[in-house]
């Protein structure tokens, strides 16, 4: 999925500004970790790019990864316009690219700031920051891992629980947002699992789970789950997202649980957790024929819903 770019990229869009604040020009060739084919900022060649309009990520080491390649692979004097929510790094982007050596115009709308530079002739902090972004093997945990992957320096609480409530599964099974691979750890355990499809939106996350994950029942995809073709499976084990772009979307978790049910078989067996304070337990009354609480603790909860 990172393969060179052999083509001649001038133009390129990282992520999905809004377009009443930046509409990328057409032809835009799309950079994004989050967006399932699009090709890697990381495989654009240096100082190739003529323009790039980017939706900041909100985390810190995330974002300043980001915006160090795009300077990476922008030509001196190549535009970069760059926006974020005020309060998901926004505030922050004016002194971050001053800090690359950039001279920054800022505007302000719809909560977002906007700043627009040319890239100059020898920016600063590029390794450092590209350093400090990059995938690492957390030599604590044994897993390769990078900043902006879900939970991407620990194991998230939640998928401990589920890990800790699991019971030996069989037969085919499917992992929904998969992240490095931690949870399918767990599953593989199990000798009786024939197959683990393991599917990820975030291709950083995907490239983590392929180092962490070398068992041949194995597969890792980098998909969207909502429309992932699978079917007649035993089980599907998740750990759901209920952000997406920064924002609280209980709708995004509702729509894991509803492909989850669509690609189990008759018999086939959901297990989730969630934040207790989500509201799975209706859609998941809805559809699935029976469901039980198998687990409740530090804030979490977990499923078992059977089809």
Not at 61 to 89: F, N, S, W
Not at 193 to 220: C, G, K, T, Y
Not at 282 to 299: C, M, Y
Request: glycine residues 10%.
């Amino acid at each position: 999925m990172n393969d060179t770019v052999t083509e001649i990229v001038s133009a390129a869009v990282y992520g999905a500004p809004p377009p009443a604040l930046a509409a990328p020009p057409a032809g835009a060739v799309q950079l994004s970790p989050l967006a399932p084919g699009a090709r890697a900022l990381e495989s654009i060649s240096d100082g190739s790019l003529a323009s790039l309009v980017m939706l900041a990520p909100p985390g810190t080491a995330e974002r300043r990864y980001a915006v160090a390649q795009a300077l990476r692979a922008l030509k001196v004097g190549g535009r970069l316009t760059i926006m974020a929510l005020k309060d998901k790094g926004g505030s922050r982007l004016r002194k971050e690219l001053e800090a690359f050596g950039c001279v920054v115009a800022e505007t302000s709308k719809r909560h977002h700031r906007i700043c627009v530079v040319a890239r100059p002739a020898t920016p600063s902090g590029v390794d450092e920051a590209i350093g400090a972004g990059a995938p690492r093997l957390l030599e604590d945990l044994g897993l390769w891992t990078q900043p902006g992957v879900f939970s991407w320096d620990r194991i998230d609480p939640g998928t401990a629980l589920l890990m800790a409530s699991l019971p030996a599964l069989s037969g085919r099974g499917a992992d929904f947002g998969c992240g490095v691979g931690v949870l399918a750890q767990a599953v593989l355990a199990s000798p009786a699992v024939e197959r683990l499809d393991m599917i990820d939106l975030d291709s950083r996350a995907v490239d983590a789970a392929r180092r962490n994950v070398s068992d041949p029942r194995a597969d890792i995809q980098w998909a969207d789950v909502r429309g992932a073709a699978l079917s007649d499976l035993k089980f599907v084990v998740m750990n759901p997202p209920f952000h997406d772009g920064g924002a609280e979307d209980k709708a995004l978790g509702q729509a894991f649980i509803r492909a989850a049910h669509g690609a189990l078989g008759k018999g086939g067996t959901l297990w989730m957790v969630a934040n207790r304070h989500l509201p799975y337990e209706a859609v998941l009354t809805e559809l699935f024929k029976s469901v039980a609480q198998r687990a409740d603790k530090g804030g979490f909860k977990v499923f078992e819903a059977r089809r």
